[in-house]
């Protein structure tokens, strides 16, 4: 995850970023303007130098207190979270999607709730889990994995995506989503609805060879996450 204190993100300079434009609300400047945003289940993946290979619990354990830099409880708790969401999670996988979602899945969904909480124009969300072949299917879902299924062009990312026969389903489902959104601010297409995002049902498209709603999804992890002190303003 690359060295302490290492943030992706907008940096404030006072001039040409004059503030944080989702903190502490979402900018009234694109307030009528729809948003669609989400994240990829193993983000991290896509980094190089990151630990891919199956670990014990123990190492799995201390990755996730260092990543989080939790305590000892908070550890355990996280863990625990996970495991009553999928009861069969992989060390390895605990590892993988807890990073991911402390850095990119929980941000997408402050954006969300602050994006629905001005009133106006919706948020959409996504999360992405179709796991790629590549590498033994190492990869997982890393991030850009959708990009190539959002171009309807799954063969040109086969080094990511692989060449199984599935992708070309699901490439069309996504693809058609985000031309909807393009052209109507809703990615709504027939066979495939998508309600908008909000902090009551929290609809979630979960794009994966069954793509489908569901709402508030791994609710036990986004509260476990959520209870964690802040690392970054906003």
Same mark, same amino acid.
């Given at each position: 995850?690359? =060295?302490?204190?290492?943030? +992706? ?25 729809? %948003? ?15 630990? %891919?290979?199956?670990?014990? !619990? ?13 305590? &000892?409880?908070? #550890? &355990? ?7 009553? /969401? ?16 402390? *850095? ?19 948020? *959409?969300?996504?999360? +992405?889990?179709?796991?790629?072949? /590549? ?18 062009? =799954? ?10 026969? &599935?992708? *070309?389903?699901? $490439?069309?489902?996504?693809?058609? $989503?985000?031309?909807? +959104?393009?052209? #109507? ?9 998508? =309600? ?16 489908? /709603? ?5 609710? !036990?992890?986004? +509260?476990? %996450?959520?209870? %964690? ?6």
């Amino acid at each position: 995850m690359g =060295p302490p204190g290492l943030r +992706f993100g907008p940096v404030v300079d006072g001039k040409t970023l004059p503030g944080n434009p989702f903190d502490p609300t979402a900018p009234e400047i694109s307030a009528n303007v729809p %948003l669609l945003i989400g994240t990829t289940q193993t983000e991290v993946t896509f980094f190089p130098g990151q630990q %891919l290979d199956p670990i014990d !619990e123990a190492t799995a354990r201390q990755r996730i207190k260092q990543t989080l830099r939790a305590s &000892d409880a908070d #550890t &355990d708790r996280i863990i625990a979270a996970y495991k009553k /969401v999928d009861a069969n999670i992989s060390n390895i996988d605990l590892c993988l999607e807890s990073a991911s979602d402390s *850095y990119a899945w929980t941000t997408a969904i402050t954006a969300a709730e602050r994006k629905a909480a001005l009133g106006k124009a919706p948020a *959409y969300m996504y999360y +992405f889990k179709w796991r790629s072949t /590549v590498r033994d299917g190492k990869l997982k879902a890393m991030h850009c994995m959708e990009i190539p299924f959002v171009f309807d062009n =799954p063969d040109a990312g086969k080094p990511m995506t692989g060449s199984g026969e &599935d992708r *070309y389903a699901l $490439a069309s489902k996504i693809s058609g $989503a985000w031309a909807a +959104f393009a052209r #109507t601010g809703n990615p709504s297409q027939k066979g495939l609805a998508w =309600p908008a995002y909000n902090t009551t049902n929290r609809a979630t498209m979960i794009l994966d060879n069954k793509c489908e /709603v569901i709402d508030d999804p791994r609710k !036990e992890v986004r +509260f476990a %996450l959520a209870s %964690l002190p802040p690392q970054f303003p906003g």
